[in-house]
Nanobody, 121 residues
Framework: QVQLVESGGGLVQPGGSLRLSCAVSGSISSINAMGWYRQAPGKQRELVARITSGGSTNYADSVKGRFTISRDNAKNTMYLQMNSLKPEDTAVYRC???????????????WGQGTQVTVSS
């Protein structure tokens, strides 16, 4: 009933920038919190950034000052602006959205398929 599709990944040199997008479609009542996760081969999945419906944000220490998360509630779209990219940022990035269910007070988490970000010279 709900689908998340990421876009904007690719290959970039160290110090470069990318902007990821996450478009939410389907039977949506409302979206609460949204976030970006990443996972590199052999490493644990980690939360990169999170944003609430009201615009409050949280970032992993490793990306503070370099990444910016934002959302356009009218378009049901979330973005991750990534600047000053480092090789350590190489990973598959996935977006997630917490969608309010039909019954008030219930929520369902949905995930995108992921987009590859590679930072290399």
């Amino acid at each position: 009933q709900v689908q998340l599709v990421e876009s904007g990944g690719g290959l970039v040199q160290p110090g470069g920038s990318l902007r990821l997008s996450c478009a939410v479609s389907g039977s949506i009542s409302s979206i609460n919190a949204m976030g970006w996760y990443r996972q590199a081969p052999g490493k644990q999945r980690e939360l990169v950034a999170r944003i609430t419906s009201g615009g409050s944000t949280n970032y992993a220490d490793s990306v503070k000052g370099r990444f910016t998360i934002s959302r356009d509630n009218a378009k049901n779209t979330m973005y991750l602006q990534m600047n000053s990219l480092k090789p350590e940022d190489t990973a598959v990035y996935r977006c997630t959205a917490q969608v309010r269910g039909y019954v008030p007070g219930t929520f369902i988490d949905y995930w995108g398929q992921g987009t590859q970000v590679t930072v290399s010279s």
